[in-house]
């Protein structure tokens, strides 16, 4: 950086201090609308789908026929819980109905009556689809990626 430019940047932060002490007068406490001030520019804030650091936890809730969410995108050691808020059982399994080949280990092996949970820690990297064995079309996925 410049010997002008930081001398610049010292002679603005002076000026603009000073002008917000040359307001003076007393501060009272009032119901009126303040005056406006200078608006500043907007910043847009966009959602990430990047998941925070591990260890973390997710939550899959099962209602009456559909799974939310459908999917998850979690990393290596994320703990996912599948939650029954519904009136109807559901059995989560890994992809592959009926064999539930894919992310071996990821099957509640029972269906889940409402209220009951079922959870399963991720291990390793994979595509995990999922789908509710006592009704194979409702299903899901979980993207499992590696810790940066």
């Not at 406006?36 to 998941?51: H, I, N, R, Y």
């Not at 009136?87 to 071996?104: M, Q």
Request: hydrophobic share 35%; glycine share 10%.
């Amino acid at each position: 950086m410049s010997k002008y430019l930081k001398v610049g940047l010292a002679l603005s932060g002076i000026i603009l201090f000073g002008a917000g002490c040359a307001k003076g007068g007393s501060y009272s406490q009032t119901a009126s609308t303040p005056a406006p001030e200078a608006t500043a520019p907007q910043v847009s804030v966009e959602a990430t789908t990047t998941p925070p650091a591990v260890p973390n936890e997710a939550v899959v809730e099962y209602k009456d026929g559909a799974f939310n969410p459908t999917s998850l995108k979690i990393l290596v050691g994320t703990k996912v819980t599948f939650v029954n808020k519904g009136t109807k059982e559901v059995w989560p399994a890994a992809g592959r109905h009926p064999t539930h080949e894919i992310c071996p280990g990821f099957d509640a092996l029972h269906g889940l009556k409402s209220g009951e949970t079922y959870s399963y820690t991720f291990p390793q990297a994979a595509d995990c689809p999922f789908h509710n064995h006592l009704a194979p079309s409702e299903h899901g996925s979980i993207e499992v990626k590696a810790a940066e």
